[in-house]
């Protein structure tokens, strides 16, 4: 057999090799079968994030009701949002919040090779990174799908890649701050983490109104069921102190 007829023979192992990680996409299968990935932390605690921004219209908003209950979440970031809106992330940081990465434009992993994949996300990393002074350490993939180059990247570039066990929805045309609600609290669980939208950046238009109205009956509900929340950093279900993040628990 030719080499080219090798290359062509090998084209869907690759393929499907690729592609594996996508069924990491199915809730109840990562809930139960990767609870590192799925960011399931200690019982007693539930991790708060937010994926899209930084926005300068609606991540203020957000920013300001988290004070309001002296709450801080995680951000997952968008490398390219964040450089045009420094002082913002700057902000975020300064607040409290943990800084993490969404990539730096938010287009599907699974649709790109090795090196684009590499090359997003250390060009996100590095962007955060200088803007706050130290690199991210949490990752989120765009649509939280995974890819097999997606992994090999987070690892080369000290990435721990973290997706959710419940989230709102809060993206579709038609939400609601009650259907956001619901949703959420359907599967909120101690140990969960929470996925909200502080930007319409792949949003229905305004949607982050829904969100910001969801937002404290969802963090009522966790306080009636005596749930701490904050980021994921807080969220170390181990004894050594790694979280769902890998990184040591902060304060809240």
């Known amino acids: 057999m030719t080499g080219r007829r090798l290359l062509r ?10 592609a594996a990680p996508v069924i990491s996409t199915l809730g109840p299968l990562r809930n139960r079968s990767m609870p590192r990935l799925a960011g399931q932390g200690r019982a007693d605690h539930v991790a708060l994030t937010f994926d899209d921004g930084p926005d300068p219209v609606s991540t203020p908003y957000f920013l300001r009701l988290l004070a309001a209950r002296n709450l801080t979440a995680t951000f997952f970031l968008l490398g390219e949002a964040a450089s045009r809106n420094p002082s913002l992330v700057r902000e975020l940081a300064g607040a409290g919040h ?8 938010h287009r599907p992993l699974l649709l790109r090779g090795p090196k684009a994949t590499h090359d997003d996300l250390a060009r996100a990393r590095d962007a955060v990174g200088s803007i706050i002074g130290a690199p991210p350490r949490l990752f989120r993939p765009p649509y939280g799908v995974m890819s097999a180059s997606a992994h090999v990247s987070a690892r080369l570039l000290q ?10 929805e809060d993206w579709r045309r038609g939400a ?4 956001v609600y619901r949703t959420v609290t359907s599967d909120l669980r101690g140990g969960g983490t929470i996925l909200l939208h502080d930007s319409d950046c792949t949003s229905a238009p305004g949607s982050w109104h829904n969100t910001l109205g969801a937002l404290p009956p969802i963090l009522d509900e966790c306080e009636r069921r005596n749930l701490t929340v904050g980021p994921l950093r807080n969220h170390a279900a181990s004894t050594n102190g790694a979280g769902a993040g890998g990184t040591s628990p902060g304060t809240q």
């Open 98 to 105: 943990e800084i993490a990465i969404h990539g730096w434009l």
């Open 159 to 168: 990435l721990t890649p973290v997706l959710w066990t419940c989230w709102g």
């Open 176 to 179: 609601t701050p009650a259907s």
């Open 9 to 18: 023979a090998a084209l869907p192992a690759v393929a499907l090799a690729h």
